[in-house]
Nanobody
Framework: QVQLVESGGGLVQPGGSLRLSCAASGSISSIYGMGWYRQAPGKQRELVAA???????NYADSVKGRFTISRDNAKNTVYLEMNSLKPEDTAVYYCNADLREIRRLRRQDYWGQGTQVTVSS
């Protein structure tokens, strides 16, 4: 079994910062891409940022220059540093990992349970 556990969400004022973490654990053989998605009320889930196993990154246009994704492969953890937060960043943030379990041949997507980020004064 594989688990992705997120932490770091909360309430922050506009212009503030938060750092999200997501740790993958369990019977993991290899982790390929990791990423963060978000879903605001009444909207579809969207990609925020992604990072490959060799640290290539991709960001949504709306967060470029404000958010930074990084990963620690030794800890099977991905981070999302969020600066200059805006009210429109309010959403549930989900961690995603493309990985292969031990004794499995195929890769599979796994999701965390989500963490709420609220940007409000």
């Amino acid at each position: 079994q594989v688990q992705l556990v997120e932490s770091g969400g909360g309430l922050v004022q506009p212009g503030g910062s938060l750092r999200l973490s997501c740790a993958a654990s369990g019977s993991i053989s290899s982790i390929y891409g990791m990423g963060w998605y978000r879903q605001a009320p009444g909207k579809q889930r969207e990609l925020v940022a992604a990072i490959t196993s060799d640290d290539r990154t991709n960001y949504a246009d709306s967060v470029k220059g404000r958010f930074t994704i990084s990963r620690d492969n030794a800890k099977n953890t991905v981070y999302l540093e969020m600066n200059s937060l805006k009210p429109e960043d309010t959403a549930v943030y989900y961690c995603n990992a493309d990985l292969r379990e031990i004794r499995r041949l195929r890769r599979q997507d796994y999701w965390g349970q989500g963490t709420q980020v609220t940007v409000s004064s």
